[in-house]
C-alpha cells in the first residue's frame, strides 16, 4: 500500500481547505495592515507637506480671499459643513469681522459667489500645541501620584480583596468610553463652576490615565526580582524603605515608558476635550478658562469647508501621530533591548 | 547596600522608630490611593446616576424606546427626548463593526499566533497594535476626507444600486456616505487590534502538545487550528469580541465624524443617524435645557452600564484560560 | 486482540544517512538503522542525545519545529518518506505517535479523543465510528474503564487512563507503525505495567518504536535496541553507538560506552 494512493478519500478536499483557510489568515492581517499604512501615510505625507514654520509658531489666523491684503475675511464659524454636522461651533457667537473690522464674506458651499479654494489663511497651531502640552501634562500629574502608589500596591500588597477590587476598577475604568468620563468632568467641573476650562480637561484626561499608570507601574515592578527586595530586606530595610530606594529606581525605566505612554495617548484623547477644554483660537495658557488643543483643531478643521484648513487637520494630525509613533517605537525599542539584556 | 541598614543608627531616635515603624503607614498610603482608584468608578457611577436624575424621573425605561429627540419646542412638536435613534445607531454601528471585525480579527490572531514566520511575528505585531494607539481623531479625520469619498463611489452607490433595490437597509439614498455602515466600517477598523491582540494571547497558551496531537494524526495545519486550538481557547476569544464590541459602543470621535449626527431613523443604514456617544458629544455643551442635559447624562450613563458589563464578563471569560498574561493589557 | 482492529501487513522502517538539523545545527550525526516489522525497537540514551529527534524524523514531526529540517531518507517498507512534494500528513497517517506527557484533546469527549482521527478522514458513518472506536479502545485495554462515560469530557480519566487513551487515538486510524516517546515517564509503576503489557500486545498489528530512560522497561519488552550518545567533539551532537538485538545489548554491549551506560544507570 502506497503512500499516496493510501490516502483518505477526503484527502483533496482537505488540502484545499488548508491552502484557502490559510491564505485567508494572510489577507486578514493585510486587512489591517493596508488601513494602517494607508492611515500613516496619508498622515504623514498630506500632513506633512503642510508643514512650515509659522505653523509651529503662529497661532489661528481667519482664512481670507485671495491674497492677504484683501481685506476681505471670511469667518468660518458661518459655514458649518453639512447642515448641522458641528452644532456645538464654539466659536458661533465670535465675530471675527468685527474684531477686524472688516467685512465677513459667506462661504457658500458653492451656492454663492466664493470659489472656496480661493480662499487662503495662514497661521498655525502654536495654541494648540501649548494647550495639548499644559492640558495634557497637568492631567499627568495629577494621575502620577494615584496612578503610581495605587501600582506599588498592587505589586506590592497582592492577594487582599483592596487588590482584587482595584485590579478590576483599573479594567473597568480603561473600558469606559472617554465620553463618558468627559461627561464626569462636565458635570463635575464645568457646571460647578460655570466655565469650560483647560482644568476640567486635565481632570477627565487624568481619569483616563490612572489605569495605564497603576496597570504598568504594578507590572514593571513585578519584574524586579524579588531577590532583590530580599537583599534589601536583610539588611534590616523597611518595606516603603525598599521600595523607594531599591524597587522603583531598578524599575524607573520601565515606569518612565509607561508614562509616556499615557501621555501620548492622553494627548490624543479627544471626546473628553469638546466637553471641557471646549477649544480657543488664541494662545492662552490660563487653565481657568478654556484653551485650546491639538486635537480639538484636527477636529474641528476636517469639518471645515476650506481646504486650507482642511491642511491644518492634517499638518495637525501630523504632529499628533508622530508623538504616537515616537513613544511607541521608543518604548518598544527600550523594552526590546531590556529583555534581550536579561 | 550596606547603608541602607546602617543610616538609621546614624540618624536621631525619633527617626529611627519612625524608620522601622513605617511600613504601616506606607501600607496605608498606597492602600489609600487604591481605594482612590476604586473610588474614582464609583464616582464615575454616582455622578452620571444622580446628574441623569430628572431624565429618568420623567421618561423611566420608556427613555430608550422613544422615537423622537426634540430637544427645542417648535409649533408641530413638544420637547421630548427617545433615546431610539441612539440607541438604535449605537447598536447598528458596532454591531456591523463586530461582524466586520470579528472574522478578520481572529484571522489575525491566527496568523500571528500559528502560521507566520517568526522572524516577522514581532513587527507584524506591533504593526497591528500600531492600529490601537493611534488617536480616535486621525481616524475620523481620515474616514471623512480619504475613506468617505472612496467608500461612497466604489461600494456604497454600487450595492444602493443593486442589492439596494431588494434590501431596505441598503437603499439609496448614498449622499455623502455618512451613516452608519460607514461608521459600522471605521469602527471595525478601530476594534481589530483589540481583537487580534486579545485572540494572539489566548491562542499563545494554548499548549503545544494539543497541536502535536492533531497533527500526529495527520491532520493539516488548518484542521489543528480549527481541530484543537480554537476550541480549546474559544472562551478567550468571545472575551476579545466583547472587549471589542465595549470599545465600538463607546468610540465617540469617529461617530461623531462620520455619522451625520442626525437623531433620525431613516430605513437606509447608508443614511445618516446618530449614536450615544456621538449625540452627547455633538450636543452636551449647547444643551439647550436641564432636562436635554439630564438626558445626554442618562445616555452616558446607560453607556457606562453596559461596557462596565461586557468588560466584566470579557475579563472573566479572558482571564479563565490565560490567567492574567492576556489581561491587564486592555 | 480484538477483531475490530484487523491486523494489518507487516511494516518495516530503514533509516538512510538520516540526518537530522535544528537551523544550521547538525543534532545527530547520521543515522542507518532497520527497524524490523512487527517488532518493538527501543531507543536509549542519556538526555540530550538526540532520541526524540530521531523518532519525530520518523513520522516528519522534526519539520513541525520552526527551522527544523532533515537530510537523508527514512523507508517505509520501499517507500521513501521524504521523498519531494510528499505531503507529511499522509506519513502521519501512516506512522502514528504517542506523546510523553499523556495528551487529551481538552475540549472533547472520551469518544471524540478517539474518533478524532476518523472524523479528520471524513468518516461520518455512526456505525463505522462506534465499531473503530470501541476497537480501539479495546486494544487499548480500556474499554472496560471507559464504556460507561464516553460522552464524559476526556480530562476526567486518570494519568494512565488519558496515556492508554492516546493509544487508542493512534490506533483508531490504523497505522503501520507507531511511535513512542517516553510514554512511561509521566505514570506510575502500576499504569506502566499496563503499558508494557499493552505494547507487547500491540507488536502483533504494529512496528513500534520506543524511546525510554528506562533500562529495564528497554530490557523487558523490546526485540532490538537502539543506544545513541553525546559526541562531545565539537558542539554537542547526537551518536548512533549501537544497535543489536537487546539480549546481546544488556549482556554483551558491543560498546564501551553503553556498557558504561547501562551498568551506570541499572547498577
Ligand atoms: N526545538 C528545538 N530547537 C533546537 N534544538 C533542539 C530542539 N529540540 C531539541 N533540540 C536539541 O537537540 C538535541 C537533542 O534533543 P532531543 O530532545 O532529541 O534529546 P533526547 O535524547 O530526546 O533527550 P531527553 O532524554 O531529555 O528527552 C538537544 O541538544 C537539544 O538541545
Ligand atoms: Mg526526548
Partial sequence: MSLRTGAPPNYARRRIIDRIMRALTVVATATAVVPLVLILGYVLVVGGSGLSVSFFTETYQAPLMGDFTDPTLVDPAVGAPEGGANPDDPYADLDLGALTGATPAEPTDGHGSIDLSQVSSGGGVLHGIVGTLLVTLVGLLLALPVGLLAGVFLAEYDNNWLATATRFCTDVLSGAPSIVIGVVAYILIVQQTRTFSGLAGSIAIALLMVPTITRTTEEILRLVPQTVREAAMGLGAPTWYTTFTVVIPTALTGIVTGVLLAFARGAGETAPLILTVLGNNTLSVNMLAPIAALPLLAYRYTESPFPTEIQLAWSTSFVLVVLVLFINIALRLATRSRLRGR | MATTSERPVALGNAWTRWFRHGDGLFAAIVALFSVLVVGLVFAVGVVTYLGSAEARAQFGAGFFTGIDWNPIETSIQAVTFGAWPAVRGTLLTSLIAVTLAAPVGIGIGIYLSELCPRSIRQPLSFMVELLAAIPSVIYGLWGVLVLLPFFTDVLANPIADSLGTIIPALAQPVGTGRGIIATGMILALMILP????????????????????????????????????????????????????????????????????????????????????????????????????????????????????????????????????????? | MSTAVAPVAAHSLTLRQLRPFYGKRLAVHAVDLNLPANQITAI????GCGKSTVLRCLNRMHEAIEGARVEGTVLL???????????????????????????????????????????????????????????????????????EKLQMPATALSGGQQQRLSIARTIAVKPAVILFDEPCSALDPIATLKIEELLLELRQTFTIVIVTHNM?????????????????????????????????????????RTEDYISGRVG
Avoid: C
Fill in chain 3, 77 to 147: 517498507d520501499d517507500e521513501d518518506l521524504y521523498q519531494p512534494d510528499l505531503d507529511p500528513t499522509l506519513v502521519r497517517r501512516k506512522v502514528g505517535m504517542v506523546f510523553q506527557q499523556p495528551v487529551v484533546l481538552r475540549t472533547r469527549t472520551i469518544y471524540e479523543n478517539v474518533a478524532v482521527g476518523l472524523r479528520l478522514a471524513g468518516v461520518t458513518a455512526r456505525s463505522e465510528l462506534d465499531a473503530t472506536v470501541e476497537g480501539a479502545l479495546r486494544a487499548a485495554a480500556l474499554w472496560d474503564e471507559v464504556k
Fill in chain 2, 194 to 330: 483589540t481583537i487580534s491582540a486579545i485572540t494572539r494571547d489566548v491562542l499563545a497558551v494554548v499548549p503545544n502538545t494539543q497541536r502535536e496531537v492533531m497533527l500526529a494524526l495527520g491532520a493539516t495545519r488548518w484542521e489543528v487550528i480549527w481541530g484543537a486550538v480554537l476550541p480549546y481557547s474559544r472562551a478567550g476569544i468571545v472575551g476579545g469580541i466583547m472587549l471589542g464590541l465595549g470599545r465600538a459602543l463607546g468610540e465617540t470621535m469617529a461617530a461623531v465624524m462620520i455619522v451625520g449626527n442626525t437623531a433620525r431613523i431613516s430605513d437606509s443604514w447608508f443614511q445618516p443617524a446618530t449614536t450615544a456617544a456621538s449625540q452627547i458629544a455633538s450636543e452636551l455643551t449647547n444643551a439647550t435645557s436641564p432636562l436635554h442635559e439630564s438626558a445626554l447624562i442618562y445616555l452616558a450613563l446607560t453607556l457606562f452600564a453596559i461596557t462596565l458589563t461586557l468588560n466584566l464578563a470579557a475579563r472573566i471569560l479572558v482571564a479563565q484560560l490565560s490567567r492574567g498574561a492576556a489581561s491587564s493589557r486592555f
Fill in chain 3, 44 to 47: 536509549i540514551g542519556p538526555s
Fill in chain 3, 216 to 256: 529495564q522497561q528497554a530490557a523487558r519488552i523490546s526485540d532490538q535496541t537502539a543506544v545513541f550518545m553525546v559526541d562531545q567533539s565539537g558542539a554537542p551532537t547526537g551518536v548512533l553507538v549501537e544497535f543489536d538485538r537487546t539480549a546481546q545489548i544488556f549482556s554483551q554491549p558491543g560498546d564501551s
